[in-house]
């Protein structure tokens, strides 16, 4: 059994900042990546920005270059740190995390709570 412990949602004015972070904790045999996706209220979640065991990092066109995703491969965890939050920014954002769970059983991909975050004047 594995479970996500999110933190660092919450509200923030436009331009500020917020950072997120998402631990795995359970049985992991190898992880291959973790991401932050969002879902704001009418709309499709979507992707923000991944990071792949290696280090390679991806992100949505509209967090570019106000975005930085890292992690912590030893402890399992992922951050998202957001800079220069946007209104439009305002989502519920969901940790997710492909791994196995042990040598004979395929990657799978699970998903955290999520955390909403608001950014409002």
């Known amino acids: 059994q594995v479970q996500f412990v999110e933190s660092g949602g919450g509200l923030v004015q436009p331009g500020g900042s917020l950072r997120l972070s998402c631990a795995a904790r359970g049985r992991i045999f190898r992880l291959y990546a973790m991401s932050w996706y969002r879902q704001a209220p009418g709309k499709q979640r979507e992707l923000v920005a991944a990071?792949?065991?290696?280090?390679?990092?991806n992100y949505a066109d509209s967090v570019k270059g106000r975005f930085t995703i890292s992690g912590d491969n030893s402890k399992n965890t992922v951050y998202l740190q957001m800079n220069s939050l946007k209104p439009e920014d305002t989502a519920v954002y969901y940790c997710?995390?492909?791994?196995?769970?042990?040598?004979?059983?395929?990657?799978?991909?699970?998903w955290g709570q999520g955390t909403q975050v608001t950014v409002s004047s």
């Open positions: 997710n995390a492909v791994f196995q769970v042990d040598v004979v059983t395929s990657r799978q991909e699970y």
């Open positions: 990071i792949l065991s290696g280090g390679r990092t």
